[in-house]
């Protein structure tokens, strides 16, 4: 089973941009789906992103399209979030999660590896 860890997170001005970045070890990343998803105080963890094991489909939640893109280097055992135009209403912990079934799935019940997170603040 791969082990997940977050980075990239931060302190960022409303308009700004961050790229967090989620490392895997110790399994076969590529072929786990692997997905972002976050959590704000008070609020249920949701959904951002998915993406399949070798990066042929995506899938967005509304409220982040066009402004975040998912991508992953199987080389390199890493899966990215680029995050843009960013809003204080995107601030939250952000975990990314892998799934065995390799497709991205959208249920976060599908999720059986999660990383422990990387705070995002987005200051107005």
């Known amino acids: 089973q791969v082990q997940l860890v977050e980075s990239g997170g931060g302190l960022v001005q409303a308009g700004g941009s961050l790229r967090l970045s989620c490392a895997a070890s110790?399994?076969?990343?590529?072929?786990?789906?692997m997905g972002w998803f976050r959590q704000a105080p008070g609020k249920e963890r949701e959904v951002l992103c998915t993406i399949s094991w070798n990066g042929g489909s995506r899938y967005y939640v509304d409220s982040v399209k066009g402004r975040f893109t998912i991508s992953r280097d199987n080389r390199k055992n890493t899966v990215f979030l680029q995050m843009n135009s960013l809003k204080p209403e995107d601030t939250a912990v952000y975990y990314c999660a892998a799934e065995p079934t390799g497709w991205g799935r959208l249920n976060s019940y599908a999720y059986d590896t999660w990383g422990q997170g990387t705070q995002v603040t987005v200051s107005s």
């Open positions: 110790g399994g076969t990343f590529s072929t786990y789906g």
